[in-house]
């Protein structure tokens, strides 16, 4: 039994380290601000586009 929990501890805290180093690395890189600013652009010719009427 202890082997088994040990192994479930050490998969949990290999998840919780790999979900750590992603929300890091995206904001170290921007990657969330490049996401937001990637929105806007598509908000902005998704308007473009019904005033042109094309759908």
């Given at each position: 039994m202890t082997g088994g929990l040990s192994i479930?501890?050490?998969v949990i805290v290999f998840v919780v380290i790999v979900v750590i180093m992603r929300f890091i690395g995206a904001w170290m890189?921007?990657?969330d601000?490049?996401?937001s600013t990637q929105k806007?652009?598509?908000e902005e010719l998704?308007?473009?586009n019904k005033q042109k009427?094309?759908?």
């Open positions: 479930v501890f050490v890189l921007r990657i601000e490049v996401i806007e652009i598509l998704k308007k473009s009427g094309i759908e």
